[in-house]
């Protein structure tokens, strides 16, 4: 029994090293949320391309140039978020319909409006402007177009300022300056009257009033709706600037759902999420952007890749974050091995003298009458249990020292075949071998398997014995060699670990987890449920 505190001391070192950098639970689970809608991309698109294959067949099917323009500028503004190349042949084939068989000037300006925002959003910011400022006669522009037309001066102009630092430098008039004329002639209290004044107040740094307009927005649009990724983005720029980074990582992930429902290959959400968790989730980071990378490569726009390109360049930091990080890790379990080895040397020494005294005790029985022969049984059994106290501990010491230097090897390996992908620029396959990487699930699998071979070598009848405590349909007939999550918890129960937030840390589950097991095994105890700890504590004395 003594050698219970040397156990809590490997478990307590063991998840210290292997919880650094973890998110907090909330995080966690929203990011698992996330995690599922990524997972269904593939079938969001297929959902996606089959709507369109159907607009497309209508249009081709009409022989009427006014029906068809109409489909196509329709099909046109599904593809905007979708695919750059197909949105601009749409687009472009509208403008031919327009001058030719329609003869419509106002429907040829709704069209290259259109095209020019398009150019706009993809960063294609030259052709914007030369369509934009010197495409369009605006003196033909009907009163409806004027309002979508200064509505894309805004935008091109807000966007350009945004991401001036890769394009040419180009002499257009600053997003303040379209202010006064789109309160004008966009109808008030409409959702893009709102989305001008949202951006108004958050620019004069009045967030409050900023953040009830935007929230208006957001009310006015089903969370399944393309918008509601716009709005949402929005929400979390105005947390950015009031200092909630939780609340606007929430509000980012939300918005990065909806554009993965709607199958939006040109959005920006996904890759801020992957920026802001980086430092703390590694994998799941670079897993984020290999999709955001990859839809922007099917997009075929020039802003999103090279936004992307730019979070990319914080990998070699991360890494070297990363490997200080493992660096300190292998001194604090170098102290804790070697406290550990200095109290195995003590209780190393305490049972050799304690198995020697017993042994002169033995002797000195032996040589007395017939009376005590039960007396030397009873001594010789202790013995033999001190013996196998003796070849258990000398075990658990070789096959830690084992373990712990296998670890050590396998991550200078790993760690070492990332720096030197980093190094040859190879970030692809580094995205993939960081996909594939199950070397957290690895570790803990590993912890389990220890702490269930220790555990049940120094317990050897918990099972058995705990059993006893329950009625019987509700008995645990774990694998042999094994414990189920329930015994885990409870032989930590019997180790003195009886705080449901550290067995939640150490068995790494969420506290509620863990106490609705203990609920759970309470309820079908055969004895009082509030004394059912004390009595598996007493299992083994």
């Known amino acids: 029994m003594k050698v219970r505190p040397v156990i809590l001391l490997f478990l307590l070192a063991a998840v210290a090293c292997s919880r650094q950098g973890d998110l907090d639970s909330s995080t966690r689970r929203m990011l698992g949320e996330l995690d599922g809608y990524v997972a269904a ?9 089959d709507q369109m294959d159907a607009l497309r067949k209508l249009a081709r099917s009409t022989a009427d140039p006014g029906r068809q323009f109409d489909l196509e500028m329709d099909i046109a503004a599904d593809y905007f978020p979708f695919s750059f190349d197909s949105t601009q042949q749409y687009l472009k084939h509208c403008q031919e319909l327009a001058l030719g068989p329609l003869d419509d000037p106002d429907r040829y300006n709704e069209a290259s409006v259109l095209l020019g925002h398009l150019y706009a959003k993809a960063g294609s910011y030259l052709e914007a402007s030369q369509l934009l400022y010197g495409g369009i006669d605006t003196t033909t522009l009907s009163e409806p177009l004027k309002g979508e037309y200064l509505w894309t001066l805004y935008d091109f102009s807000k966007d350009l300022s945004g991401n001036s630092g890769m394009v040419e430098r180009l002499s257009i008039p600053p997003e303040t300056s379209f202010l006064p004329r789109l309160y004008r002639l966009l109808p008030k209290d409409s959702d893009r009257w709102r989305s001008v004044l949202r951006d108004d107040l958050m620019a004069a740094g009045r967030l409050a009033s900023a953040d009830s307009v935007n929230r208006l927005l957001l009310s006015s649009v089903t969370p399944e709706e393309r918008n509601y990724a716009i709005y949402a983005y929005f929400q979390s720029e105005i947390e950015n600037l009031k200092g909630n980074q939780r609340e606007r990582l929430a509000w980012l992930v939300r918005s990065a759902e909806c554009d993965l429902v709607n199958a939006v290959r040109d959005y920006a959400s996904l890759t801020m999420v992957a920026q802001i968790i980086l430092p703390t989730d590694v994998d799941r980071s670079f897993r984020y952007l290999r999709i955001a990378q990859e839809d922007a490569v099917l997009y075929n726009a020039k802003l999103r890749p090279w936004q992307i390109a730019r979070s990319l360049m914080e990998v070699e930091d991360t890494y070297a974050v990363r490997q200080a990080r493992t660096r300190t890790s292998s001194i604090v379990a170098t102290i804790l091995f070697a406290i550990l080895t200095l109290a195995l040397s003590i209780i190393t020494w305490f049972l050799v003298s304690r198995s020697r005294k017993l042994s002169r005790v033995r002797e000195q029985l032996e040589s007395s009458n017939t009376k005590l022969a039960g007396a030397n049984e009873e001594l010789n059994k202790l013995y033999r249990e001190i013996s196998r106290a003796d070849q258990v501990k000398e075990d658990y010491i070789v096959d830690f020292l084992q373990g712990l230097s296998e670890q050590v090897s396998l991550l200078r390996s790993e760690d ?11 970030s692809e396959q580094l995205f993939k071998e960081l ?11 590993e912890f389990y398997r220890k702490f269930d071979e220790t555990f049940l070598a120094l317990y050897p009848d918990f099972v058995e014995r705990f059993n006893g405590l329950l009625k019987e349909e509700a008995r645990i007939d774990p694998p042999k060699g094994r414990l189920t999550t329930e015994l885990r918890i409870f032989a930590l129960i019997r180790l003195g670990v009886d705080d449901s937030k550290k067995i939640a840390s150490m068995l790494d589950y969420s506290v509620s987890t863990i106490y609705n097991y203990k609920v759970s095994i309470k309820n079908a105890a055969l004895i009082d449920r509030d004394k059912f700890e004390e009595q598996v504590k007493k299992i083994g004395k």
Do not use: P
């Open 41 to 49: 991309r593939d079938v969001h698109v297929a959902r996606k391309k």
């Open 435 to 445: 996909a594939i990487s199950e070397r957290s699930e690895r570790a803990r699998e």
């Open 416 to 426: 070492n075949r990332f720096r030197n992908l980093l190094k040859q620029g190879k």
